[in-house]
């Protein structure tokens, strides 16, 4: 299933007039690929990795999951597709203190319905897939901060989404544990056919990713290889 945007445009309220984040945005991404969004701070790309997840809504454009047209949908029916199709890796782990990483994936399972003996065997084989089986009745307090934005990739990842959206994964990890999450979201990406957009300011880590555009004053770039990007 991929995910495309076409003529995204999203502005905001500005005093008597309206700030421009987004102009025109154009962005596909084939299921099993991950697309890097690069540029500096204030760009526009927190507002178009909001825009993909259908958290917000933009004032021109089509957001287009699959084969379904997020325009012609409502507040609830956004809600479910998020629920079911979209998985988001927030900047920050944003895990729960008092449970362990297996029940932080349990729990994303019980909002789904799922029931409990098949969210508990889904979630020990995402943490197997993150390289933390060995560490699945941890409370975050005993995870570095490496291991913790991995259990937040497994999170996302419980419902099986069909599109995963990344914001700022690196930003807190040093150099080593960046490059080690960013090979895990390509290979995750590739391994179940997600369409992965990675978002980031950071362009040290994106030979395996498939295409990078950057964005800057609202406006993307045409897609460049990861190889040509890091070049610049």
Partial sequence: MSLHLSGVTLTYPDGDS?????????????AGSVAAVVGPSGSGKSSLLAVAATLIRPDRGRVVVGEVDTADLDRAALADLRRSTIGIVFQQPNLLASLTAVEQLEVMAHLNGTPRREATKRARELLDAVGLADRAIHRPGRLSGGQQQRVNIARALMNEPAVLLVDEPTSALDQDRGAA??????????????????????RSHLEGVDSV????????????????????
């Fill in 213 to 232: 555009h950057e964005v800057v004053d609202g406006r993307i770039h045409q897609p460049a290889r990861a190889g040509a990007e890091e070049n610049r």
């Fill in 18 to 30: 309206r700030l421009t984040a987004l102009d025109q945005v154009d962005l596909h991404v084939p």
């Fill in 181 to 202: 999450v960013i090979d895990l979201l390509t290979t995750i990406t590739h391994q179940q056919a997600t369409a992965t957009v990675l978002v980031t300011h950071d």
